[in-house]
Nanobody, 124 residues
Framework: QVQLVESGGGLVQAGASLRLSCAAS????????TGWFRQAPGKEREFVAA????????YYADSVKDRFTISRHSAKNTVYLQMNSLKPEDTAIYYC?????????????????WGQGTQVTVSI
């Protein structure tokens, strides 16, 4: 019954910032964690960042750890991904994923719920 809707993507130049949102239709505590993945043309899906709803533990890919910040707003049932200092290699479709029992931090695992994706394009 949980539905995820991503928003906030767009076209920006290198060095700019974007904030992605992942809004869940259900209660935030209905699932254990929410994460972001991305997939660029010709590449496999990769993990970006994740956060748990119990304790707000965060996880980051090494490639974004110093630039991206994941956070949650419980009252809005929303997880955000603040992306700063964007690079062309960040260009991808960004997907939000949530799971009832796991932290969505592994691109090899098919988690319980997925959003439709939002396009992020960073020009040179």
């Amino acid at each position: 019954q949980v539905q995820l809707v991503e928003s906030g993507g767009g076209l920006v130049q290198a060095g700019a910032s974007l904030r992605l949102s992942c809004a869940a239709s259900g209660r935030t505590r209905s699932y254990y964690g929410t994460g972001w993945f991305r997939q660029a043309p010709g590449k496999e899906r990769e993990f970006v960042a994740a956060i748990t709803w119990t304790g707000a533990m965060t996880y980051y890919a090494d490639s974004v750890k110093d630039r991206f910040t994941i956070s949650r707003h419980s009252a809005k049932n929303t997880v955000y991904l603040q992306m700063n200092s964007l690079k062309p290699e960040d260009t991808a479709i960004y997907y939000c994923a949530a799971d009832l029992h796991r932290v969505p931090n592994d691109p090899n695992i098919q988690y319980d719920y997925w959003g439709q994706g939002t396009q992020v394009t960073v020009s040179i």
